[in-house]
């Protein structure tokens, strides 16, 4: 069972509905006796980084989520959720993340051209690192599918993390994945098939 964790923060009948579509047991919950339980469990996320964080730490979840990712258990975070890993937000403002990646998550005005919109709205594809094996959440689709995205922020100085990158007037950090600890920036349960795809092979992890 995978749990969907509900903490004021994320898209979670989207994510539960892809969930069942695929067929595969899940609850979104606040319970973190729920949480400890399942086998796998993902972080989603929208809206800025210090909100989702204060609400993640009222509920204890930041503690619960550090525990278990050093127990081993899979983690994904979606979005924001995957932003939130990191070891800190420049958003705003400088805000510590839970520290599960080594990174940073740094504004994409930074480094795209000024004539590009923000926030980075749409369907991109995504290109794997040439240095390393394809990710195992990846083993369904193809180097060059395209996910969506909605973000104005992205994850940088986490290269040997960096599992997929995409393109948005400069390379962006689509996807990561540090042991048992997994960021998708992009939006799988908005993604169509390939999105279902990566969703599954989390699921099989």
Same mark, same amino acid.
């Given at each position: ?56 730490? *009222?509920? !204890?979840?930041? #503690?619960? @989520? ?6 081993? &258990? %899979? =983690?994904?975070? +979606? ?11 420049? *958003?705003? !403002?400088?805000? #510590?993340? @839970? ?6 998550? &740094? %504004? =994409?005005?930074? +480094? ?26 990846? &083993?369904? =689709? ?64």
């Amino acid at each position: 069972m995978i749990a969907i964790i509900d903490y004021g923060v994320g898209n979670l009948f989207s994510l539960g509905s892809s969930l069942a579509a695929l067929g595969i047991d899940s609850v979104v919950t606040d319970d973190e006796a729920v949480i400890r339980n399942a086998d796998k469990i993902i972080l989603p996320g929208v809206g800025a980084f210090r909100d989702a964080s204060e609400k993640l730490a *009222e509920r !204890g979840f930041d #503690k619960l @989520l550090k525990e278990l990712a050093a127990r081993g &258990k %899979p =983690i994904m975070g +979606i979005c924001l959720g995957m932003q939130l890993l990191f070891d800190e937000s420049y *958003e705003f !403002g400088r805000y #510590k993340g @839970l520290g599960l990646i080594k990174g940073s998550v &740094k %504004p =994409i005005a930074d +480094i795209i051209p000024a004539d590009l919109k923000i926030p980075h709205i749409g369907w991109n594809g995504l290109i794997f690192p040439e240095n390393k094996d394809k990710n195992e959440i990846f &083993k369904y =689709i193809n180097e060059g599918d395209c996910v969506y995205f909605v973000h104005s922020y992205y994850a940088t100085d986490c290269d040997d993390a960096v599992i997929a990158n995409t393109s948005y007037g400069a390379p962006l950090t689509a996807a990561v994945a540090s042991g048992n600890v997994y960021g998708c920036q992009f939006h799988p349960e908005k993604s169509g098939n390939v999105g279902l795809s990566i969703i599954k092979a989390f699921a099989e992890l």
